[in-house]
């Protein structure tokens, strides 16, 4: 482990994190080695969001979600799958049902994203 970028090749999301607080954690994980799913219901407050993650050299994957909807959760786990993580090898993924795949697709978002799963 690198001591100065202990989260390199982790994956955290911040959920809220256009602005304030949440935007200031995001960039201190990316500071720390992780790459970034960033997220806020406010789309607009997204953007130097972004900027402050990428300033770093990590990665950062912006969505415009909110958190209390459930599906929208979900679609967000997908998304970052999709872009930090292949399903895993041994999954078996039902392509004629949907929602097979999605909780499959979820299932491997929850274990990278989850903290200390690489
Ligand atoms: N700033 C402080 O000094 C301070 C101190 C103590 C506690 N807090 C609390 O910490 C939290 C964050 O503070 P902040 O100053 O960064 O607030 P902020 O208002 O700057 O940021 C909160 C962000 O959350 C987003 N958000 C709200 N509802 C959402 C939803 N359903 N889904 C996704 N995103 C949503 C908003 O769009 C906003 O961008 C707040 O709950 C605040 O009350 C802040």
């Known amino acids: 482990m690198n001591s100065m970028r202990p989260l ?4 955290a999301l911040v959920t809220g994190a256009g602005p304030g607080l949440g ?3 995001a960039r201190g994980l990316a500071e ?3 790459d970034l799913v960033v997220c806020d219901i406010n789309e607009a407050s997204l953007a130097a969001a972004r900027a402050a993650v990428e300033e770093t050299g990590a990665e950062c994957l912006t969505v415009r979600c909110d958190v ?3 599906a929208a959760v979900q679609r967000m786990f997908v998304e970052a799958a999709e872009r930090f993580a292949e399903p895993p090898a041994s999954a078996h993924v039902r392509k004629d049902d949907g929602d097979a795949e999605l909780v499959q697709k979820v299932g491997a978002a929850s274990e990278i994203l989850r903290p200390g799963a690489r």
Do not use: N
Not at 8 to 11: D, Q, Y
């Open 32 to 34: 720390a080695g992780a």
């Open 8 to 11: 390199a090749g982790r994956v």
């Open 68 to 70: 209390s909807d459930s």
């Open 23 to 25: 935007r200031a954690l």
